[in-house]
């Protein structure tokens, strides 16, 4: 007869963290499954027969400083993502969008101009190498949680590592002005590649960190992260046809 309990987990911060107690909980003797999520860190293990949460935790300990506890799920942590306004989750985002668009359009008036196709290339250097710094502070951290929904750093977990970097030359390519229809040609590919493994996760209902601000800020993966990719796109494709 199989069991089934949840836990709380205690020491818990990014996806990284996720995958490692999942292995070591699918590992320990008599578990059947165990299903760990970051929002809200819990973990919930089927086994064949009664496991004391002792044994978990010492299992646990080698791989990291984390705890299960049996208490309800009502840490502050918790309780502040549970009761998080739309703006507080996404107020990273809503801050870097205005320092972009402010810097932008204080860039166009000292120019005593507002040009469309020279906006949108300032607007998305900037975002590109922001979002690539916020990626680099933690490169295994990104490369991690990364491959949780890509559908190409999946296959080659590689490319986590290296997607930083594109963004990078992606945002300095736009801010330098050099040869702009291939940069815009290369965000399409990549942006739009991107966004399929966010739609799927989305689609699947999977409730998992979005990397896109590394492992700095915990936002969850949601339709705004669709919206941050086609931006991208929809940008690219009207910097070809302007």
């Known amino acids: 007869m199989t069991m089934k309990h949840t836990y709380t987990i ?7 963290c996720v995958s490692k107690i999942k292995k070591a909980l699918d590992e320990t003797p008599q578990v059947t499954q165990a299903n760990v999520t ?28 984390y705890q299960l506890s049996n208490e309800e799920m009502l840490s502050e942590h918790t309780n502040a993502s549970v009761k998080a306004s739309w703006i507080q989750t996404y107020f990273p985002l809503i801050l870097i969008a205005a320092y972009l668009i402010g810097g932008v359009l204080l860039k166009e008036l000292s120019l005593s101009r507002f040009n469309l196709h020279t906006m949108m290339t300032n607007f998305m250097g900037g975002f590109f190498v922001v979002f690539s710094f916020f990626k680099l502070l933690d490169l295994k951290g990104f490369a991690e949680g990364y491959s949780t ?58 409730q998992i960190q979005c990397a896109c601000l590394g492992t700095i800020f915990k936002l969850p993966l949601t339709n705004i992260t669709i919206f941050e990719d086609l931006l991208m796109v929809g940008m690219s494709i009207l910097m070809l046809l302007i």
Not at 10 to 16: A, L
Not at 154 to 167: D, L, T
């Open 149 to 206: 929904y890509d559908i190409v750093a999946q296959k080659y977990p590689i490319y986590g590592k290296v997607y930083p970097f594109i963004e990078l030359l992606l945002g300095l390519l736009y801010l330098l002005g050099a040869n702009l229809v291939v940069t815009a040609v290369l965000t399409v590919v990549v942006m739009g590649v991107s966004s399929i493994g966010v739609i799927k996760s989305i689609l699947a209902s999977r």
């Open 38 to 65: 970051l929002s809200p860190p819990q973990a919930t293990v089927e086994m064949s027969s009664h496991i004391p949460i002792e044994q978990f935790n010492e299992v646990l300990r080698k791989v990291g400083a």
């Open 10 to 16: 205690k020491g818990m911060h990014c996806e990284s």
